[in-house]
């Protein structure tokens, strides 16, 4: 590594290493000008070619001790920057540790099911924590699937005739690569989560959904 620097001129740089994770996670915080947090479930993403694809929430086997370690990680950071609004932390699971990744001060794309699939959405808590109203309950209704749609958007009339699904479509021009919309599919057990992915699968030209 020495010699590397030097051969660069000594420019500031950051130097990340390779982590061989299992899966990653996003845990979605808010905090209010009163100081009041809350935290959403933990959400299981998925990415391909470095776009997110797929987020499932909650995140499968991620109570207890994981969800706890996110929610002490996010807490901390709200804390140390006297942050107000939705917070969004991305987190490598490996071997039982949480890795921060990735960080962004907004609402976040892997937070977008709780329109539909929390009891209030990133959305309306960003609101309220920045008004200094009280926060709104970020319980999970049900489980939830949320699936970009990249570079092109399905019928809307056949993803709407799936059980659960919800069409959000942002008007931006079609493009290759570029998030055009996004589906939530909320259901009350896994099960049924998967029956519904299934035929979103059939209309979405995304191979991450063909598991």
């Excluded at 660069?8 to 990340?16: K, N, Q």
């Excluded at 991620?62 to 950071?77: H, N, S, V, Y």
């Excluded at 001060?105 to 539909?116: A, F, M, Y």
């Excluded at 589906?183 to 209309?203: F, I």
């Amino acid at each position: 590594l020495d010699p590397t620097f030097g051969a660069i001129g000594g420019s500031p740089l950051i130097l990340e290493g390779f982590v061989p994770f299992e899966r990653e996670l996003s845990i979605l915080a808010a905090r209010s000008r009163t100081g009041e947090t809350a935290y959403w479930p933990l959400v299981e993403n998925v990415h391909r070619d470095g776009i997110l694809r797929l987020s499932i929430a909650p995140a499968l086997d991620a109570e207890g001790a994981l969800a706890d370690a996110a929610a002490a990680i996010a807490a901390k950071t709200l804390e140390a920057l006297d942050y107000v609004g939705v917070l969004a932390i991305e987190l490598f699971q490996h071997e039982g540790r949480l890795l921060a990744n990735e960080m962004a001060p907004r609402v976040h794309n892997s937070g977008h099911w709780t329109i539909e699939g929390a009891r209030t959405s990133q959305f309306e808590n960003h609101l309220r924590a920045i008004l200094g109203l009280p926060l709104g309950a970020t319980d999970a209704i049900g489980v939830s699937a949320m699936v970009n749609l990249i570079g092109e958007t399905p019928d809307p009339a056949a993803l709407l005739g799936i059980e659960g699904a919800h069409m959000h479509l942002y008007g931006k021009p079609a493009r290759p690569g570029r998030k055009l919309g996004h589906v939530t599919v909320v259901e009350p057990g896994r099960e049924a989560l998967e029956s519904a992915l299934a035929q979103v699968a059939t209309l979405v030209a995304e191979p991450t959904l063909r598991r």
